[in-house]
């Protein structure tokens, strides 16, 4: 089925719609006759043509749910034209940052000469909120919106998060940005009652945390470690789980649940006697884990977890063959039924490996060592437990994230007990009279977040900018899977093989670091506002920029790029500044970088004329600069015209006229992708 989602997500097509609606139908209703006529047909000497019908059954049925999931292919998808009025809901909960309020909103319908379309498709909506009086919305609302909805835009920098594929990921392809005196909002609330009763109870749930715990920081914790909420984590704190390997007790998953699920299972073993019993335990445990969903706003990861979970007790319950394997397949089956692109979600990847990982791994990882004391045994389970999550997790999480945690085999023993209390404090104190315990459970969470940060400081606590590209991921990943299966195994080829896989990957990080010591590029970055440009030679950068390294547009545009070409010395200077570093001058607004020579036009040279003679590569026009480039001298000659996002649209418009006049070509580094020169070539 997954084949088929990937296939189809990549290629999608209407005109094959109907088609795998018939192939879907005529194999299913071929697999039922043959089951259903089993012993006439002898049917088990089709064993293998069953199979074939049975894998092309799930591969159409996922290609169908691909497509059918794909809001772009309907005919009344919104973004098919252009409508001034859009009506939509709310769709999930609004995150703000300073005075903008950033939600997903559902399209219901679109007025179009005084009428009223019907519509679908989700949309991305960044609203700039009245600072006097600011509108409040809440999931559900609905809304009356003037919009000029835009495609998402791609990443325009080498190795920037691709923002787009992201909002792909979730149905989401369009954006707008509007001020809120573009919307009316409605008395009406149309949202999921569900989603809205679950978002209502978290948000009185957090208020009273609030009111409870004293400390903001122990504040955020709590609320986004039991209650999913987005709390305003510390920079500080959010670093030290990560380093820490463990940023997964902050995401309400698989974990949490579990924990609940052993502490009842635990306190309700009496129920285990008769059958009866067993179903009503089962009944009472499912309905109070999905309490707790409920209380965090029926997130998705709570919402995994407890599709998980409530599975494996059925099956605990109900089965007598009970096959760990096939249950996590029928969970992640039942997930990507109802929503085939959480495959490209990175939680349900690592939720579903890492449980594989539980599954499998652990338990030949504890018959490693065997030990008599009681208490050394479980300290060696949790060991067991953490080794087998990281190693499982560890090349996906290189691939997505760039770093690998050092001590994380300290951070998991250390957090597994404080985790355990926290959970069962945390929710104990949203009941009335035990909330008394507030003061222990706030002076727990702030212990823990210390010593995580004391080991996170540990000198060489983290690998970062660790970068792998996909072949290595899967080299790495399929190393890795021989090796585990080698030695559960005993079996000495498949262990040979998975080295020399091993080595193979090794050869390719060699080769690529090898390239990387030998290059020389410049890198004009795409920016909204500023400028940056890296000078590269080998693992050394000179960065012309007018950004902070703490800025967050260098954070997110620049340094990713960086990192991935290995760059380990970055020095930052601005136009300002004249320079002279190795083969790098910078000086009278001439820029030289082994032979490549720019010729720097900006505000200084407003209404001059300059005497000037040469060869230049490029000439670099920045900060809206009012020179009449039609009075540059003769005897300057240039190939190209780099334009940096300094300067407004108008002048950008000027500068790409002259360029096509000049037939020179224009790299406008504004919405467009960035300006790579490679001089090592």
Request: net charge positive.
């Amino acid at each position: 089925m997954t084949i088929g989602i990937l296939v189809f997500y990549f290629f999608p097509n209407t005109a094959c719609l109907l088609l795998l609606k018939i192939v879907t139908l005529i194999i299913l209703v071929i697999i039922l006759a043959i089951n259903l006529t089993y012993k006439k047909l002898n049917a088990h000497r089709l064993k293998g043509i069953t199979g074939i019908l049975i894998f092309a059954f799930f591969f159409v049925f996922g290609s169908l749910l691909c497509l059918l999931n794909n809001e772009t292919l309907n005919e009344h998808y919104f973004a098919k034209k252009s409508y001034p009025y859009l009506k939509v809901w709310v769709n999930d909960e609004p995150e703000q940052t300073n005075d903008i309020l950033r939600f997903k909103a559902r399209v219901v319908s679109g007025y179009e000469n005084r009428e009223q379309v019907k519509l679908n498709g989700q949309l991305l909506v960044a609203l700039k909120l009245d600072s006097i009086n600011p509108v409040r919305l809440k999931y559900g609302d609905e809304l009356i919106i003037s919009a000029k909805y835009l495609e998402v835009e791609p990443p325009y920098n080498p190795a920037e998060f691709d923002f787009k594929s992201w909002l792909a990921g979730q149905n989401i392809y369009e954006q707008t940005f509007i001020n809120q005196n573009h919307l009316l909002k409605t008395q009406r609330n149309i949202g999921n009652p569900i989603i809205k009763f679950a978002l209502d109870l978290r948000e009185k749930q957090v208020a009273k945390y609030r009111k409870l715990i004293k400390n903001d920081e122990a504040f955020a914790v709590a609320s986004t470690l039991i209650l999913g909420y987005r709390a305003d984590l510390s920079k500080d704190t959010l670093a030290a789980y990560s380093k820490t390997g463990t940023i997964h007790a902050l995401s309400v998953s698989g974990s949490h649940v579990a924990i609940i699920f052993l502490v009842l299972d635990f306190f309700l073993i009496f129920l285990n006697k008769k059958r009866a019993l067993r179903i009503f335990k089962f009944v009472l445990i499912c309905s109070l884990i999905w309490t707790y969903a409920l209380i965090t706003g029926l997130s998705p990861s709570v919402v995994r977890s407890a599709i998980m979970i409530t599975i494996f007790i059925a099956s605990k319950t109900f089965a007598r063959n009970k096959n760990s394997y096939n249950i996590l397949a029928f969970a992640a089956f039942c997930q990507l039924v109802y929503n085939p692109f959480l495959i490209w979600d990175v939680g349900f990847q690592l939720s579903y490996i890492s449980v594989f990982g539980l599954i499998y791994l652990q338990p030949k990882i504890y018959k490693w060592v065997y030990i008599k004391n009681k208490w050394l045994d479980r300290i060696w389970q949790l060991i067991a437990l953490s080794l087998s999550a990281q190693l499982v997790t560890f090349p996906l999480c290189i691939y997505y994230f760039h770093q690998f945690p050092v001590y994380f085999l300290l951070g998991n023993l250390f957090i597994s007990i404080p985790l355990f209390i926290i959970m069962i404090l945390g929710i104990a104190i949203l009941i009335p009279f035990i909330d008394r315990l507030a003061p222990i459970f706030e002076w727990i969470i702030i212990t823990t977040n210390t010593v995580l940060k004391w080991i996170a400081d540990l000198p060489y606590s983290t690998f970062s900018a660790v970068w792998i590209n996909l072949p290595e991921l899967l080299l790495l990943c399929l190393a890795l899977g021989l090796f585990v299966y080698s030695l559960s195994r005993f079996n000495k080829k498949i262990l040979f093989t998975s080295l020399s896989v091993f080595i193979a990957y090794q050869s390719m990080v060699f080769y690529y670091d090898y390239i990387a010591g030998k290059q020389k590029k410049i890198i004009f970055f795409s920016l909204r506002k500023n400028y940056s440009t890296a000078f590269i030679d080998a693992h050394n950068a000179i960065l012309v920029t007018d950004l902070e390294p703490e800025n967050k547009n260098y954070q997110f545009f620049v340094k990713p790029a960086l990192d991935e070409m290995q760059i380990r010395n970055i020095r930052f200077i601005n136009l300002k500044q004249d320079t002279v570093l190795g083969t790098f001058i910078k000086r009278n607004r001439q820029v030289i970088f082994d032979q490549y020579k720019i010729l720097l036009i900006d505000e200084s040279l407003n209404y001059k004329n300059i005497k000037l003679s040469g060869e230049f590569s490029s000439l670099w026009l920045h900060n809206n600069t009012r020179y009449k480039l039609n009075n540059l001298p003769k005897e300057v000659h240039y190939k190209s015209i780099i334009i940096d996002a300094s300067n407004k649209d108008y002048k950008i418009e000027e500068f790409k006229v002259f360029a096509e006049n000049m037939k020179k070509g224009a790299n406008i580094l504004k919405k467009n992708k960035a300006y790579l020169i490679d001089l090592s070539q």
